[in-house]
């Protein structure tokens, strides 16, 4: 056996990583760095010829106020639903770890929003809005009241609220698994110490829960920012197009009005963020890590 | 997997006080548990419901007329429910498959030969590429692979994009799980009697990676399930469609035919709601060891 020969090397290799490895840069490597010459031309996704355009994309891009108003309201979205998600998730996978009985009942169908795509979820929310609500308000008030998902506030209301529904279950699951690391006895020494229950919760467990938080954080985040089938189903940009969130306007850019350089453009201004929202992650991770 | 299911031991109520409060926060769970899923059981009570009925009163338990089952098979037939769940079952499980193999193979090469700079190359750019949003990529795919290849509209296709997409995460969970359960003595063991680098990995590798294989699979399962976008990017023909996109095809063209839209909604729930009904220990389960790895 001749193990140190390079063409030995290379048939391991070809073997073991081959698939995987040609698969991945088949469909992320290539298309991302096709992407960036794509940004410096003017593609109407028909004729085979790519006009070469210069930054003419980017400043296209950036004098788009529909899509400078769509990251504004995709920010604004994100930080709401990031906010009240992991508030509802922490909530939950406190009660659920409190020892009493059924609890693994009650994670198990805390989690059932998750299974369920954001198409079908987006139509069956759809439904509660525009009937039952409007049900429930006739019934309090006399007067048929319009649906919340018809007026501009109001539609946000609702992609808000169902995404906190939605996320909250898979959330509570990782907080769930942060409590079950934290060792009980320092919280019992807490107490016996003189800390009162909710004293002991922030100085002692919370502290040592920072890797649950920091991973739901940065999980709600990046699913929140980079919504879109959730958006398509429950509101599809409507009413007035105030409720299209940037995946949707870049999509519709791309493949509605075929302006597909300038999507990709406005593509990789979302994928910037993302990559800055990650950065802060692994910054935010590494530092001020407590030790039990 | 036993140790994430392990729970905080239940602590036996001793006082009355820890009984009264064990009482409410049971009371409190079930109130919220209602309202979790009180969005499918109104769906499960106007799916038995006659159009007009639904309209009049969509918060009645039984409708004026009665109950009624002629939704479903009228959905069925329209949504062509058999051939979508057909496409998306045999997407998912080739998927999920091809995922899982590759991804633990990819793997176990560059743990175990830390001095290969290819390995280690790839590796980074997978690591790298999961801040990648997917939104970023698509234009780029249909231009290369509809516009200059043209293999677009076919089930392999939409199969190895999901599996090129995926790779990268559950290859980074592979290592995290063979650096530090799979001791490298039982390999040496094996190369010393002989085994093949191959046979080794299948026979002593791949079995002792059983936790991270169920967790990688269900959580790259319900993704592929429910996937959307790249599917409508990559299916343009009626035949291959799954069930997000004939969803919202049918969503589309019979949307004021509320008891159709109920029944069409119930049937594309239905598969994965079954299936959770019996795995929904080791889903859990999967989901959260699965976080604390990711």
């Given at each position: 056996?001749?193990?140190n020969?390079?063409?030995?090397k290379?048939?391991?290799f070809?073997m073991?990583?081959?698939?995987a490895g040609?698969?991945?840069c088949?469909?992320v490597?290539v ?14 996704g028909v004729?085979?010829?790519?006009p070469f355009?210069?930054l ?5 891009a950036?004098?788009d106020?529909?899509y400078?108003?769509s990251?504004?309201?995709?920010v ?5 639903s ?5 508030v509802?998730a ?12 059924g ?7 805390f989690?059932?929003p ?10 069956v929310w759809?439904?509660?809005f525009?009937?039952?609500?409007v ?10 009241p319009?649906?919340?998902?018809s007026?501009?506030?109001g539609a946000?209301?609702c ?5 906190v529904?939605?996320y ?10 942060g409590f079950m690391?934290?060792?009980n ?9 003189g800390?009162n ?7 002692v467990?919370i502290?040592?829960?920072?890797a ?8 709600s985040?990046?699913?929140c920012?980079?919504v879109y ?7 599809n940009?409507e009413?007035?197009?105030s409720s299209v969130?940037?995946?949707m306007?870049?999509?519709n850019q ?7 350089g300038?999507?990709q453009?406005?593509a990789?201004v979302l994928?910037?963020?993302?990559a ?11 530092k001020?890590e407590?030790?039990? | ?5 392990a ?6 109520p ?5 009984k009264?409060?064990h009482?409410v ?5 079930i109130?919220?548990?209602l309202?979790?899923?009180?969005p499918f ?6 799916v038995f419901?006659?159009k007009g009925?639904?309209n009049?009163d ?5 409708g004026?007329?009665?109950f ?5 098979p009228n ?16 997407v998912?499980?080739s ?27 790839l ?5 790298a ?8 990529l698509?234009?780029?795919?249909v231009?290369?692979y509809?516009?200059i ?16 997409f995926?790779v990268?995460l ?7 799980a063979i ?6 003595e ?6 010393i009697?002989?085994?093949?680098k ?11 990676l ?5 967790t990688?699979?269900?959580?790259n399962?319900m993704?592929?399930w429910n996937?959307y ?9 009626r ?13 589309g ?6 008891g159709?839209v109920?029944?069409?909604?119930l049937?594309?729930?239905?598969p994965?709601l ?12 999967g ?7 990711g």
């Amino acid at each position: 056996m001749k193990t140190n020969k390079l063409s030995y090397k290379m048939g391991q290799f070809l073997m073991f990583a081959g698939p995987a490895g040609i698969l991945f840069c088949a469909v992320v490597i290539v298309p991302f760095f096709y992407g960036l010459y794509l940004t410096f031309t003017s593609w109407d996704g028909v004729s085979l010829e790519k006009p070469f355009v210069g930054l003419d994309n980017y400043a296209a891009a950036f004098a788009d106020t529909a899509y400078w108003s769509s990251l504004g309201r995709t920010v604004v979205y994100s930080v709401i639903s990031v906010i009240l998600v992991n508030v509802v998730a922490f909530f939950l996978a406190y009660l659920v770890t409190s020892g009493i009985k059924g609890q693994n009942f009650f994670r198990a169908g805390f989690f059932i929003p998750n299974l369920i795509g954001g198409i079908v979820l987006g139509y069956v929310w759809k439904f509660v809005f525009n009937r039952a609500f409007v049900s429930i308000g006739e019934a309090l008030s006399g007067t048929a009241p319009g649906s919340l998902l018809s007026t501009t506030n109001g539609a946000m209301f609702c992609l808000i609220l169902v995404s906190v529904w939605q996320y909250a279950g898979y959330m509570m699951l990782i907080y769930v698994a942060g409590f079950m690391g934290v060792d009980n006895s320092l919280k019992e020494a807490a107490l016996i110490d003189g800390c009162n229950s909710t004293r002991a919760m922030w100085h002692v467990v919370i502290p040592l829960m920072r890797a649950s938080f920091v991973q739901c954080i940065f999980l709600s985040t990046t699913r929140c920012f980079m919504v879109y089938d959730l958006n398509l189903s429950l509101t599809n940009g409507e009413p007035f197009s105030s409720s299209v969130m940037a995946a949707m306007h870049v999509y519709n850019q791309a493949f509605v009005y075929k302006n597909y350089g300038m999507g990709q453009t406005e593509a990789l201004v979302l994928f910037v963020i993302c990559a800055v929202i990650g950065a802060l992650q692994v910054y935010f991770g590494k530092k001020g890590e407590v030790a039990a | 997997m036993t140790k994430s299911q392990a729970m905080a031991a239940p602590k036996a109520p001793t006082s009355t006080g820890t009984k009264i409060a064990h009482g409410v926060t049971i009371a409190v769970l079930i109130v919220l548990l209602l309202l979790f899923i009180a969005p499918f059981i109104l769906v499960l009570i106007n799916v038995f419901k006659t159009k007009g009925d639904i309209n009049s009163d969509p918060l009645a338990l039984i409708g004026e007329h009665g109950f009624t089952l002629d939704n479903f098979p009228n959905a069925m037939d329209k949504m062509n429910f058999w051939t979508v769940f057909g496409n998306s079952l045999i997407v998912t499980v080739s998927a999920t498959l091809l995922t899982v193999v590759f991804s633990a193979m990819a793997a176990y090469v560059i743990v175990r030969n830390p001095g290969w700079k290819v390995g280690s190359l790839l590796f980074a750019a997978m690591v790298a590429s999961m801040v990648i949003p997917f939104q970023v990529l698509m234009v780029p795919l249909v231009s290369v692979y509809g516009g200059i290849l043209d293999v677009l509209n076919s089930r392999v296709t939409l199969i190895l994009m999901h599996v090129g997409f995926s790779v990268s995460l559950t290859t980074f969970m592979y290592h995290g799980a063979i650096k530090t359960n799979v001791p490298a003595e039982l390999e040496e063991a094996a190369s010393i009697d002989g085994c093949t680098k191959w046979r080794t990995f299948w026979q002593i590798v791949f079995p002792l990676l059983k936790p991270t294989t169920a967790t990688v699979a269900i959580i790259n399962a319900m993704a592929f399930w429910n996937d959307y976008l790249l599917p409508s990017l990559v299916l343009g023909r009626r035949e291959l469609y799954t069930i997000p996109i004939a969803t919202r095809v049918f969503y589309g063209t019979y949307s004021t035919d509320i008891g159709l839209v109920m029944a069409a909604l119930l049937l594309a729930m239905l598969p994965i709601l079954i299936l959770y009904l019996f795995l929904q220990r080791y889903v859990v389960a999967g989901v959260t060891s699965g976080a604390v790895k990711g």
